[in-house]
């Protein structure tokens, strides 16, 4: 009877590790921000001039033409929140963070700006800007209202 435990702690003492390192490793490979692989894989380019863009209209893509993907963006966003409101612009940044992850170090400052453009379009209403703020990239979009 010793025998069998001891013989049973061994073997689960083996292949324990085993498995751990093989399921952490197939988790690690799905992660969120790991780059998309394949067909999935989606770009937005700030001058690939093969369409318009996410959330953007043909216009808007033309004068983003030659920007960074982060000034790109930047005009997006800020023709989404004035087309529409700061909920949409702010639904937009969400998606491309999402789509677009080496853009995240970017987040905050586009999340502020937002902000600050949402306070000019209601000529200065905080508390109507102040409505559509929700957590997107840490709360920077209320920020950029208040400051």
Known sequence: MKQLVRRI???VALTLPVVLV???TLAVTRVPWAPPTGLDQQVVAASSGDGAGIGRSATATTKTDGLAPQDSLR????????AK??????????RSMREQP?????????????????VRKYQGD???ARSFARPVCDGSFAA???G
């Open 22 to 24: 093989t399921t952490g």
């Open 126 to 128: 905080v508390q109507r």
């Open 144 to 146: 950029g209202i208040t």
């Open 102 to 118: 080496s853009l995240t170090p970017y987040c905050t400052s586009l999340a502020t700006e937002l902000g600050k453009a949402a």
């Open 75 to 82: 005009v997006a966003l800020l023709d989404e929140l004035r």
């Open 9 to 11: 702690g061994q073997t």
């Open 85 to 94: 409101n700061p909920s949409a612009a702010l639904d937009l940044l969400e």
